[in-house]
């Protein structure tokens, strides 16, 4: 099994900025593809911005510009700089793991961090 710790969440005002930071543990597993995603109250949850091992990006349009991925494979860390944050980023924010592990691959995910931007 793969665990996966997000923190860095919080309160922050419009325009201002958070790191968020998912750390991975376990044993005799092997990471593929880490990604950020979140879920708004009454909506559905979805992809914010995910990394490659090689170190491809992708994000959603929303926040393109604004966030940064990036990871740390020796750590088996992901992170995600958000910066010139707005209200409508307020959001439970997800670490998400592809990873091999044993017989075969699975998806792994964190309990959430939760982000307000509000002032």
């Known amino acids: 099994q793969v665990q996966l710790v997000e923190s860095g969440g919080g309160l922050v005002q419009p325009g201002g900025s958070l790191r968020l930071s998912c750390a991975a543990s376990?044993?005799?597993?092997?990471?593929?593809?880490m990604g950020w995603y979140r879920q708004a109250p009454g909506k559905q949850r979805e992809l914010v911005a995910g990394?490659?091992?090689?170190?491809?990006?992708n994000y959603a349009d929303s926040v393109k510009g604004r966030f940064t991925i990036s990871r740390d494979n020796a750590k088996n860390t992901v992170y995600l700089q958000m910066n010139s944050l707005k209200p409508e980023d307020t959001a439970v924010y997800y670490c998400?793991?592809?990873?091999?592990?044993?017989?075969?691959?699975?998806?792994?995910w964190g309990q959430g961090t939760q982000v307000t931007v509000s002032s």
């Open positions: 998400n793991a592809y990873a091999k592990r044993g017989l075969g691959y699975s998806d792994y």
């Open positions: 990394i490659t091992n090689g170190g491809s990006t």
């Open positions: 376990g044993s005799s597993f092997s990471i593929d593809y």
